[in-house]
């Protein structure tokens, strides 16, 4: 019904930046919450940020040196990440709270995408 596609996931170096896409696609449907979550080895899966609205939060981690941003025109999310550190190395999942009628929601999953960071 809906699917999130992701990508720019990829080997960095520590410093360097990355930036990630997250398309949203399907059938008729309306995007209320994107955001990005991420899951590094033996850790609970984190949200890293948020967009809803006019609104966007980031988690203390990343505050600063991860901006995220929504293009409504394209259905697209993106994460840019700068001064990127190996603490950041994880895989990294879009997710999106859309729409599909009055009053209903449906929660949707990327496939996820690994980042790594090399010391």
């Known amino acids: 019904q809906v699917q999130l596609v992701e990508s720019g996931g990829g080997l960095v170096q520590a410093g360097g930046s990355l930036r990630l896409s997250c398309v949203a696609s399907?059938?008729?449907?309306?995007?209320?919450?994107m955001a990005w979550y991420r899951q590094a080895p033996g850790k609970q899966r984190e949200l890293v940020a948020s967009?809803?609205?006019?609104?966007?939060n980031y988690a203390d981690s990343v505050k600063g040196r991860f901006t995220i941003s929504r293009d409504t025109a394209k259905n697209t999310v993106l994460l840019q990440m700068s001064s990127l550190k190996p603490e950041d190395t994880a895989v990294y999942y879009c997710?999106?709270?859309?729409?599909?009628?009055?009053?209903?929601?449906?929660?949707?999953w990327g496939q996820g995408t690994l980042v790594t960071v090399s010391t």
């Open positions: 967009s809803s609205g006019g609104s966007t």
């Open positions: 997710n999106a709270v859309v729409g599909t009628g009055p009053n209903r929601y449906l929660e949707v």
């Open positions: 399907g059938r008729r449907f309306s995007i209320n919450t």
